[in-house]
């Protein structure tokens, strides 16, 4: 480590701003530093100022990210909260994976768990490097340097961070930074620190892809086909015309649909409005959900795929006798919209080296190659600058990047010179956007005299959503797809001659992962199931479960140390009338006890406690707040949401007729983190797996009418 800046110099180069201290990854993947002028990727950047950059390779739809990956480089730097600001890194494949899909994306609640080390490296490098430079420059043992809200001290001697960027950017990084002691940790399991997006997102000045405009941008809307699957025929756009603000309407290369342009949203939406589009149906989705119904039923007396190594449905069905105490029931689940806050929307321009998209990006690794390839670029090409999301739900990281093809195949049809923005209105996004799969279970069930599990045969329909996908490679094992069947085919629970079927549902309605993906059918299934056979066996619910988990085993110790958690924090006693529920899912453990209230047939749910474990709490606020937003968004679908088809075309088109949760329906949640030191997994997801089976065994306690057909309203109950 050499430098030839003398103080004098550098606090006057300082000064003019020019000292920069970046600290990322290089060319090799390796730790590096340097300035701003060497070829890094930095995640952190200090500024001559002593204002600390995180850059953000995740993006930011309202899940925390903007202040977890923060507080692992602060925490590190010892740094001021309030001196640390945020920026979405680019997208860049090679330097900003994320280390789990090995592309970079967000998804499968994973953002802090993947960057954990990386980021906490990051800033460790950072604050080693600085003490490394004003050591020697106040020749001084750096080992006596002390670092307390981003200012360096040593006896009389005291910098800030800036003092000295420009300094340590010529030094070299060290290759495995001393990482602080989590028993020092200021910043990490701080309840009270302030998230960083909040104040930008509250006085309004939080840029939002709806909120870019590009000089000379029109505008474009999409007429789709109202069956899924259905192609353009012809179209006539004369009525179009008189639309003040249209451009010009033309169908889509693919004939996926008509794209109307013009001079603002609202005119593009009535040129839309305007068309007259006749289509072919010949590929379509033409069945109504009653029929698709019925078609899975089929599907489950006859699985395509033995889930499980070992005997098949067959076999075990094939060892209960007549003396065995059966238990059967059959659960479906209907589609669900996403239905962000922010519709899909997009910008692609021109620029001298190709193009640039401003959308709030979920999965920049496979918007780059589907634009490039529509435009006859390199993805490097196709340069995106990541603003915040709306909201996401998983809608927005879709394997085709349906919104951003259709954007720039707009952008092709304007011949690649025009700004084009893209905006889908929440009707798109209701009628013919993605949806969570339906789903069937069928569960048969044999208990041995003395009430243990003799025996369980589950049967699983569920559309695939990552077959004839990017990522069918890595999630289609054999022929299954594992998002259908995760939650039973790897539960936790020891269960004996345990056989889980699969057949696909096939569809030309388009589906994707939702809010926590498969778990959110196979726990309600599951967990409605464990319910079932405590009652059969007369057992206490949580008792039950227990006995189904060995402590031996680390997972499952940590299952039942939030089951015992919770069962203590709730103030659970065996026979009150009160619904559990508890499943593992991203890595994370979470139970949940609903306390519920039915008059009639109005029901309300006053309370529900939630204990999760998710290793080491990075930031206990945001975890809390996902907690709390899995519950409602859980409590939503099961209440209300359903998507349904009629002759092949969906039925709902905005929140009237797609209600989700309301305020008033939003129960007081009790939050318990349990301590760990384990490293950090998700949070985005997990809450959502066990709140509509707790809520569900809660109105069985009480009515003693078990929920098996969703949404809950179907069961004629009201809820308040």
Same mark, same amino acid.
């Given at each position: 480590?050499?430098?030839?800046?003398?103080?004098?110099?550098?606090?006057?180069?300082?000064?003019?701003?020019?000292?920069?201290?970046?600290?990322?990854?290089?060319? &090799?993947?390796?730790? #590096?530093?340097?300035?701003? +002028?060497?070829?890094? *990727?930095? !995640?952190?950047?200090?500024? =001559?100022? %002593?204002?600390?950059?995180?850059?953000?390779?995740?993006?930011?739809?309202?899940?925390?990210?903007?202040?977890?990956?923060?507080?692992?480089?602060?925490?590190?730097?010892?740094?001021?909260?309030?001196?640390? &600001?945020?920026?979405? #890194?680019?997208?860049?494949? +090679?330097?900003?994976? *994320?280390? !789990?899909?090995?592309?970079? =994306?967000? %998804?499968?609640?994973?953002?802090?768990?993947?960057?954990?080390?990386?980021?906490?490296?990051?800033?460790?490098?950072?604050?080693?490097?600085?003490?490394?430079?004003?050591?020697?420059?106040?020749?001084?043992?750096?080992?006596?340097?002390?670092?307390?809200?981003?200012?360096?001290?040593?006896?009389?001697?005291?910098?800030?961070? =800036?003092?000295?960027?420009?300094?340590?950017?010529?030094?070299?990084?060290?290759?495995?930074?001393?990482?602080?002691?989590?028993?020092?940790?200021?910043?990490?399991?701080?309840?009270?620190?302030?998230?960083?997006?909040?104040?930008?997102?509250?006085?309004?000045?939080?840029?939002?892809?709806?909120?870019?405009?590009?000089?000379?941008?029109?505008?474009?809307?999409?007429?789709?086909?109202?069956?899924?699957?259905?192609?353009?025929?012809?179209?006539?756009?004369?009525?179009?015309?008189?639309?003040?603000?249209?451009?010009?309407?033309?169908?889509?290369?693919?004939?996926?649909?008509?794209?109307?342009?013009?001079?603002?949203?609202?005119?593009?939406?009535?040129?839309?409005?305007?068309?007259?589009?006749?289509?072919?149906?010949?590929?379509?989705?033409?069945?109504?959900?009653?029929?698709?119904?019925?078609?899975?039923?089929?599907?489950?007396?006859?699985?395509?795929?033995?889930?499980?190594?070992?005997?098949?449905?067959?076999?075990?069905?094939?060892?209960?006798?007549?003396?065995?105490?059966?238990?059967?029931?059959?659960?479906?689940?209907?589609?669900?919209?996403?239905?962000?806050?922010?519709?899909?929307?997009?910008?692609?321009?021109?620029?001298?080296?190709?193009?640039?998209?401003?959308?709030?990006?979920?999965?920049?690794?496979?918007?780059?190659?589907?634009?490039?390839?529509?435009?006859?670029?390199?993805?490097?090409?196709?340069?995106?600058?990541?603003?915040?999301?709306?909201?996401?739900?998983?809608?927005?990281?879709?394997?085709?990047?349906?919104?951003?093809?259709?954007?720039?195949?707009?952008?092709?049809?304007?011949?690649?010179?025009?700004?084009?923005?893209?905006?889908?209105?929440?009707?798109?996004?209701?009628?013919?956007?993605?949806?969570?799969?339906?789903?069937?279970?069928?569960?048969?069930?044999?208990?041995?005299?003395?009430?243990?599990?003799?025996?369980?045969?589950?049967?699983?329909?569920?559309?695939?959503?990552?077959?004839?996908?990017?990522?069918?490679?890595?999630?289609?094992?054999?022929?299954?797809?594992?998002?259908?069947?995760?939650?039973?085919?790897?539960?936790?629970?020891?269960?004996?001659?345990?056989?889980?079927?699969?057949?696909?549902?096939?569809?030309?309605?388009?589906?994707?992962?939702?809010?926590?993906?498969?778990?959110?059918?196979?726990?309600?299934?599951?967990?409605?199931?464990?319910?079932?056979?405590?009652?059969?066996?007369?057992?206490?619910?949580?008792?039950?479960?227990?006995?189904?988990?060995?402590?031996?085993?680390?997972?499952?110790?940590?299952?039942?140390?939030?089951?015992?958690?919770?069962?203590?924090?709730?103030?659970?006693?065996?026979?009150?009338?009160?619904?559990?529920?508890?499943?593992?899912?991203?890595?994370?453990?979470?139970?949940?006890?609903?306390?519920?209230?039915?008059?009639?047939?109005?029901?309300?749910?006053?309370?529900?406690?939630?204990?999760?474990?998710?290793?080491?709490?990075?930031?206990?606020?945001?975890?809390?707040?996902?907690?709390?937003?899995?519950?409602?968004?859980?409590?939503?679908?099961?209440?209300?949401?359903?998507?349904?088809?009629?002759?092949?075309?969906?039925?709902?088109?905005?929140?009237?007729?797609?209600?989700?949760?309301?305020?008033?329906?939003?129960?007081?949640?009790?939050?318990?983190?349990?301590?760990?030191?384990?490293?950090?997994?998700?949070?985005?997801?997990?809450?959502?797996?066990?709140?509509?089976?707790?809520?569900?065994?809660?109105?069985?306690?009480?009515?003693?009418?078990?929920?098996?057909?969703?949404?809950?309203?179907?069961?004629?109950?009201?809820?308040?």
């Amino acid at each position: 480590m050499k430098t030839n800046i003398s103080r004098r110099g550098f606090l006057k180069s300082a000064a003019t701003g020019s000292a920069v201290l970046v600290v990322g990854l290089n060319a &090799k993947g390796l730790l #590096a530093a340097g300035n701003e +002028t060497t070829d890094i *990727n930095p !995640f952190v950047k200090i500024n =001559g100022d %002593g204002t600390i950059t995180v850059l953000l390779k995740h993006f930011e739809m309202g899940q925390g990210t903007t202040t977890g990956l923060t507080t692992l480089v602060a925490e590190e730097l010892n740094a001021d909260w309030s001196k640390v &600001k945020t920026e979405f #890194a680019p997208a860049d494949n +090679t330097k900003y994976a *994320n280390l !789990f899909f090995g592309m970079q =994306g967000t %998804g499968g609640s994973t953002a802090i768990a993947n960057s954990y080390m990386q980021y906490r490296q990051a800033g460790a490098a950072a604050r080693h490097l600085l003490i490394e430079a004003v050591a020697k420059m106040w020749k001084v043992n750096p080992a006596e340097v002390r670092i307390e809200n981003s200012i360096l001290m040593h006896g009389n001697h005291k910098a800030h961070f =800036g003092e000295f960027a420009g300094m340590a950017a010529q030094m070299t990084a060290p290759e495995k930074p001393t990482l602080k002691s989590s028993a020092d940790f200021k910043l990490i399991g701080n309840p009270n620190l302030g998230r960083k997006d909040s104040h930008s997102k509250t006085n309004g000045t939080a840029t939002f892809a709806i909120d870019v405009k590009v000089p000379g941008m029109v505008y474009a809307a999409i007429k789709r086909s109202p069956k899924f699957g259905g192609t353009v025929k012809s179209f006539d756009h004369n009525e179009a015309k008189s639309v003040g603000g249209f451009i010009d309407a033309k169908e889509l290369p693919n004939k996926a649909g008509v794209v109307v342009f013009a001079k603002n949203t609202w005119a593009a939406f009535q040129g839309r409005d305007a068309l007259t589009v006749e289509w072919d149906f010949s590929n379509a989705e033409t069945r109504s959900s009653d029929a698709i119904s019925a078609d899975m039923k089929k599907l489950t007396a006859t699985p395509e795929y033995n889930v499980r190594k070992g005997m098949t449905n067959d076999q075990v069905e094939a060892g209960f006798t007549g003396e065995d105490d059966i238990i059967e029931a059959s659960f479906e689940f209907p589609f669900l919209a996403h239905a962000p806050m922010e519709p899909e929307n997009c910008v692609i321009e021109p620029t001298d080296n190709g193009v640039l998209i401003h959308d709030g990006c979920q999965f920049p690794a496979l918007t780059q190659p589907v634009v490039a390839q529509v435009l006859g670029l390199k993805p490097e090409q196709v340069e995106i600058n990541t603003v915040y999301a709306g909201g996401s739900f998983g809608r927005r990281a879709n394997p085709t990047s349906d919104y951003h093809m259709e954007a720039a195949l707009a952008f092709a049809l304007l011949g690649q010179t025009t700004p084009v923005k893209l905006v889908w209105s929440r009707e798109d996004d209701i009628r013919g956007g993605y949806y969570r799969p339906v789903a069937r279970h069928e569960a048969k069930i044999a208990l041995n005299k003395d009430g243990s599990l003799k025996g369980w045969s589950h049967r699983v329909a569920c559309k695939s959503v990552v077959k004839g996908t990017a990522f069918e490679a890595a999630l289609v094992h054999e022929g299954v797809d594992h998002t259908s069947v995760e939650g039973i085919a790897d539960s936790l629970y020891q269960i004996p001659d345990f056989a889980v079927g699969l057949s696909d549902v096939k569809s030309q309605v388009s589906t994707l992962w939702w809010r926590s993906v498969g778990h959110t059918h196979t726990a309600y299934a599951m967990e409605s199931l464990m319910d079932m056979v405590a009652e059969k066996t007369g057992r206490d619910p949580i008792d039950l479960r227990l006995s189904l988990l060995n402590k031996q085993d680390p997972k499952q110790a940590r299952f039942a140390n939030v089951i015992e958690t919770l069962k203590e924090k709730s103030g659970w006693v065996s026979g009150n009338k009160r619904g559990f529920a508890a499943h593992f899912s991203f890595n994370s453990y979470v139970a949940a006890v609903a306390d519920v209230t039915v008059t009639d047939n109005q029901v309300h749910v006053d309370r529900i406690h939630v204990a999760v474990d998710c290793g080491t709490a990075i930031n206990p606020d945001v975890i809390k707040a996902q907690m709390e937003g899995g519950v409602g968004y859980g409590l939503g679908a099961i209440f209300h949401s359903e998507i349904t088809l009629s002759d092949g075309e969906v039925d709902q088109s905005n929140f009237p007729d797609y209600p989700t949760l309301r305020i008033n329906e939003m129960p007081e949640i009790i939050v318990h983190i349990v301590p760990s030191t384990e490293a950090p997994t998700g949070v985005g997801e997990p809450a959502v797996p066990p709140t509509g089976p707790a809520v569900a065994n809660a109105i069985y306690a009480i009515t003693g009418k078990r929920i098996t057909e969703l949404p809950f309203a179907k069961a004629g109950f009201e809820f308040i």
